[in-house]
C-alpha cells in the first residue's frame, strides 16, 4: 500500500504561484508514475500533468501547459506541481494519484492509478 498526502494549497490572487507537493509514504520501492489531477463541484476530474518515475517524461494539460511545471524528488518521494501565472479558473481541488509501472513509461489515465491522496484546494482570486 502507498498512502498519498497533497499539501501546499491555499487562497491567492490571479498571476501568483503555489506549489503543491505529493508525499508518499509505505511502500514506495519500484517505479511508480504520479499525476495531479483537479476537480470543481459538479465537474468530472481532470488530469493537470503527469511524470514519469525518472522524471525524464513529462505531460501536461493544454490548459496549463506552459504555466505548470510537474517535477520529482525520489529521495524524498514528494513529487511537486509549481504553478505560475495561476488564474481564477484553476481553482478547484487537486489531487494526486501514483501507479506502479514496468518497462517504459508511458501516459496512464485516470482510471489506470492505483493511489489517490485525499486532495488540497487551490483558490485563485480575481
Known amino acids: 500500500q502507498v498512502q498519498l498526502v497533497e499539501s501546499g494549497g491555499g487562497l491567492v490572487q490571479a498571476g501568483g504561484s503555489l506549489r503543491l507537493s505529493c508525499a508518499a509514504s509505505?511502500?514506495?520501492?519500484?517505479?511508480?508514475?504520479v499525476g495531479w489531477f483537479r476537480q470543481v463541484p459538479g465537474k468530472e476530474r481532470e488530469p493537470v500533468a503527469a511524470?514519469?518515475?525518472?522524471?525524464?517524461?513529462?505531460y501536461y494539460a493544454q490548459s496549463v501547459s506552459g504555466r505548470f511545471t510537474i517535477s520529482r524528488d525520489n529521495a524524498k518521494n514528494t513529487v511537486y506541481l509549481q504553478m505560475n501565472s495561476l488564474k481564477p479558473e484553476d481553482t478547484a481541488v487537486y489531487y494526486c494519484?501514483?501507479?506502479?509501472?514496468?518497462?517504459?513509461?508511458?501516459?496512464?489515465?485516470?482510471?489506470?492509478?492505483?493511489?489517490w491522496g485525499q486532495g488540497t484546494q487551490v483558490t485563485v482570486s480575481s
Open positions: 511524470i514519469s518515475w525518472s522524471g525524464g517524461t513529462a
Open positions: 509505505g511502500r514506495t520501492y519500484g517505479n511508480y508514475g
Open positions: 494519484a501514483a501507479k506502479y509501472y514496468s518497462g517504459s513509461y508511458s501516459y496512464i489515465p485516470l482510471q489506470e492509478y492505483t493511489y
